[in-house]
C-alpha cells in the first residue's frame, strides 16, 4: 500500500494474499497425502525455487512451516529473512543458516563457502517428511545431525568429503562409526519409484554431486507438470546488501524512506504521477 505523503509516511504496510495453512500444518493432520499431492507440492516449491536462484537469491530457511498452502493446494514460499544473495558478503554466516533439520551438511560442517545447493538439500528433507509423514533426521543438536545424516546416507567415501575443508569437521565425520545407509525405498515403501530417485539425488552428501533444482525439474517425476516454455527466469539479479553498496555510510531515515519509496512505486508507478500533482 502507498503512503499518503512521500516525506513523513512512518509506517510500511504490506498486503499478501491470504493463504489458508502451510505445509507443516499439513503433513502433521490426518489429511491423506496421494503422490499426486507429493508431486504438485514438490513441484510449486521447485518452480519457485528456481525463479529465486536465477535472481541470485539464496532463501536459507525452506521448511515446511515456511511453504503456505490454500485450500486449491497453491504453494507459496514466505519467510526471507535468512534471504541472502549467493555472492553476498554475509554468505560465510554458516551458525545462524536453515532451521537445523533442514540444514545442509556442508553448513553443519561450518564449510567457508556454499552455494544454492544448501536449499536443494532442504527441499529433499521437505520431500522426505512429505513421504513419511515425519522429519527425515530430527537431530537434537548439530552433532547429533549429522549422525543422522550418515545413518540415513551411510559412511561417506574419501572423495566425499573433498568438499569439507575444516580438518577437525572432516575429522569428526571420518570417526563416526560405519554404517550401511538405509535405503530411501524402505524409509518410504509406499512411495512412487521416480519420487525415490529424485529424493536420492537431492539428498547427496557432497553439494557438488548433489542434483541442482533446473534438473529437479527435468527428472522424469516432474514430466507430467514440467514444461519449461512456462518457466521464466529472473530478469536481472537481485540485489539485497544495501550495507554492501553503501559500505560505512550511514543511510540515514531519510534515504531509507525514499528507497522505500521507490520500491512501493516499483509495484504502484500510477503513484508517482499522482505525487506528482500534490506536490505541485
Known amino acids: 500500500m502507498m503512503p499518503i505523503h512521500r516525506r513523513s509516511f512512518k509506517d510500511v504496510y504490506l498486503v499478501y494474499e491470504l493463504m489458508d495453512t502451510d505445509l507443516h500444518q499439513i503433513i502433521k493432520s490426518s489429511q491423506a497425502l496421494t503422490n499426486d499431492h507429493c508431486q504438485y507440492f514438490l513441484f510449486q516449491l521447485l518452480r519457485g525455487l528456481k525463479y529465486l536462484h536465477s535472481a541470485n537469491i539464496l532463501h536459507r530457511d525452506l521448511k515446511p512451516g515456511n511453504l503456505l498452502i490454500n485450500a486449491n493446494c497453491d504453494l507459496k514460499i514466505c519467510d526471507f529473512g535468512l534471504a541472502r544473495t549467493s555472492n553476498g558478503k554475509d554468505q560465510f554466516m554458516t551458525e545462524y543458516v536453515v532451521t537445523r533439520w533442514y540444514r545442509a551438511p556442508e553448513l553443519l560442517l561450518c564449510c567457508n563457502n556454499?552455494?544454492?545447493?544448501?536449499?536443494?538439500?532442504?527441499?529433499?528433507?521437505?520431500?522426505?517428511?512429505?513421504?513419511?509423514?515425519?522429519?527425515?533426521?530430527?537431530?537434537?543438536?548439530?552433532?547429533?545431525?549429522?549422525?543422522?545424516?550418515?545413518?540415513?546416507?551411510?559412511?561417506?567415501?574419501?572423495?566425499?568429503?573433498?568438499?569439507?575443508?575444516?580438518?577437525?569437521?572432516?575429522?569428526?565425520?571420518?570417526?563416526?562409526?560405519?554404517?550401511?545407509?538405509?535405503?530411501?525405498?524402505?524409509?518410504?515403501?509406499?512411495?512412487?519409484?521416480?519420487?525415490?530417485?529424485?529424493?536420492?539425488?537431492?539428498?547427496?552428501?557432497?553439494?557438488?554431486?548433489?542434483?541442482?533444482?533446473?534438473?529437479?525439474?527435468?527428472?522424469?517425476?516432474?514430466?507430467?507438470?514440467?514444461?519449461?516454455?512456462y518457466d521464466p527466469p529472473a530478469q536481472v539479479p537481485i540485489d539485497l546488501d544495501i550495507d554492501e553498496d553503501f559500505g560505512d555510510e550511514d543511510l540515514g531515515e531519510e534515504m531509507i524512506r525514499e528507497m522505500m519509496w521507490k520500491e512501493m512505486l516499483h509495484y504502484h508507478p500510477e503513484a508517482a504521477t499522482a505525487n506528482a500533482e500534490v506536490t505541485l
Not at 545431525?145 to 577437525?168: A, T, W, Y
Not at 569428526?172 to 535405503?183: A, D, F, Q
Request: hydrophobic fraction near 35%.
Open 114 to 229: 556454499y552455494g544454492t545447493c544448501i536449499d536443494v538439500w532442504s527441499v529433499g528433507c521437505i520431500f522426505a517428511e512429505l513421504l513419511g509423514r515425519k522429519p527425515i533426521c530430527p537431530g537434537t543438536e548439530c552433532l547429533n545431525q549429522l549422525k543422522l545424516i550418515i545413518n540415513v546416507l551411510g559412511s561417506q567415501r574419501e572423495d566425499d568429503l573433498e568438499f569439507i575443508d575444516n580438518p577437525k569437521a572432516r575429522k569428526y565425520i571420518k570417526s563416526l562409526p560405519n554404517s550401511p545407509g538405509t535405503p530411501f525405498s524402505r524409509l518410504y515403501p509406499n512411495a512412487h519409484p521416480l519420487a525415490i530417485d529424485l529424493l536420492q539425488k537431492m539428498l547427496v552428501f557432497d553439494p557438488s554431486k548433489r542434483i541442482s533444482v533446473t534438473e529437479a525439474l527435468q527428472h522424469p517425476y516432474m514430466s507430467p507438470l514440467y514444461d519449461s516454455r
